[in-house]
């Protein structure tokens, strides 16, 4: 059975930091291509940064690049996003998203018109307020 849990969200205050966590279960990292996307109220979900099935393929939007990172650490089978500089834009439900078809999530986290990732999980709730 599949299943991604993510954890590590809660309140920050705006240039502070958060590490948001998504434990994957019922496949192996090297086997997805895996991505963080988040949905703020009001607004469509947007992918935030995804990995692609190649090492080399690391995609950030370019609202977070230069202060947000994604890791991997395949013998726990869990990928983070780290989360620096943060703004109160940045306020919304954060959800960790699987696909194991190659191209697949990595497309739809650049907003290409591709399938919607099979595997998603309930989403951590991200605030960025004083």
């Known amino acids: 059975q599949v299943q991604l849990v993510e954890s590590g969200g809660g309140l920050v205050q705006p240039g502070g930091s958060l590490r948001l966590s998504c434990v994957v279960s019922?496949?192996?990292?090297?086997?997805?291509?895996i991505g963080w996307f988040r949905q703020a109220p009001g607004k469509e979900r947007e992918g935030v940064s995804c990995?692609?099935?190649?090492?080399?393929?690391?995609y950030y939007s370019n609202n977070v690049k230069g202060r947000f990172a994604v890791t991997r650490d395949n013998a726990n089978n869990t990928v983070y996003l780290h989360m620096n500089r943060l703004k109160p834009e940045d306020t919304a439900i954060y959800y960790c998203?699987?696909?194991?078809?190659?191209?697949?999530?990595?497309?739809?986290?650049?907003?290409?018109?591709?399938?919607?990732?099979?595997?998603w999980g309930q989403g951590t709730q991200v605030t960025v307020s004083s």
């Open positions: 998203a699987a696909d194991r078809a190659p191209l697949t999530l990595y497309y739809y986290c650049q907003n290409y018109a591709v399938k919607e990732p099979d595997y």
């Open positions: 990995l692609g099935y190649r090492d080399d393929m690391e």
């Open positions: 019922g496949f192996t990292l090297d086997q997805v291509e």
